[in-house]
């Protein structure tokens, strides 16, 4: 969770497919993680909640952790690992019910993105590196790959394809998610990577779950502190997905999108809905927007399936 969002711990309860997608936004000690597990877990104990499995499916894969770069890059592996780690140290994770990974195959992806962009990702091991390093740029200056990052991004992709479907199933018991995956996808539009992202991982989710599950309406919420400009992008002319996103919002940062007045164009207008935040904004700020915009939104607009995205 973006720092500036803090640690909201009730949102609006939404009826259908809840599925999420994101990474960490710190990283901590030793000592730190285990007093942040014992913490979670002791609180767990003390309202019954680790006796039995949960309705929560979870999916993830160590392998991801392989695409790597500047070892102080903001999107690290160590985001990844310390989410699996604080999951299982709290015990969390044995109440989840665990989805195979797989990756994304390409007819899945080419409905949202571009095949020459397909095809410049599953290259892009082969990329020249940096002078000494494991790790070149080939999409700009942000967004490194090495020669583990077409698997890497086609497992995160198809990891939440892979939950999609589980929670769809007749016989699920679970009707929510969770994907811990790395790359992420918000910055991701259908032709190019943008913001360490490289195929917009959501968004093929979205379109997965229309097209082989049948439902007329994705509703997603993103709230990552920087503007799903990818997202938006995607879907800003289709109303059979609504597109929600809190965000901080200034001139000066990344990626510089995401205004109030960008609610999506022709028939899709008012299905983009954009909700620019000043730095800073905090808890309160974002309960706010849940209660007075979002569960408005949702009952207005209406979803077969809420997918919750953090990058």
Known sequence: ????????EAGPECDGLEVSAGHSSV???????????????????GNKLLDGRGCVALVSDEAMLLHAGP??????PE??????????????????????????????????????????VSKSSSVPKKKGKDWGLPFGPDTYANEHTPHCTFLSAGCLLALVDHCMRDTAS???????IRPPGHHASAEKASGFCMFNNIAVAARHAQREHGLQRVA?????????????DVFADDDSVLFFSLHRYDSTFFPGTGYAEDVGKS?????????PLDKGFGDLDVAYVMRRSLSPVIDTVGGSGVMVVAA
């Open 71 to 76: 070892t102080n890059h903001p999107e690290r």
């Open 174 to 180: 679970e009707r929510c998610g969770m994907a811990m």
């Open 27 to 45: 990283s901590a000690t030793s000592s730190q993680a285990y007093s942040r597990a014992s913490a979670t877990k002791s609180w767990l104990e």
């Open 79 to 120: 985001r990844l690992a310390e989410i699996l780690k604080q999951l299982d140290l709290s015990g969390l994770q044995s109440t989840c019910t665990q989805v195979a990974s797989r990756e994304a195959t390409k007819e899945e992806l080419l409905r949202v993105h571009t095949e020459n962009h397909i095809e410049l």
């Open 220 to 232: 997603i919420l993103d709230w990552d502190v920087h503007h799903g400009n990818g997202t938006n």
């Open 267 to 275: 028939s899709a207008r008012g299905y983009n809905v954009n909700v």
């Open 1 to 8: 969770m973006p720092e500036e969002a803090g640690h909201l």
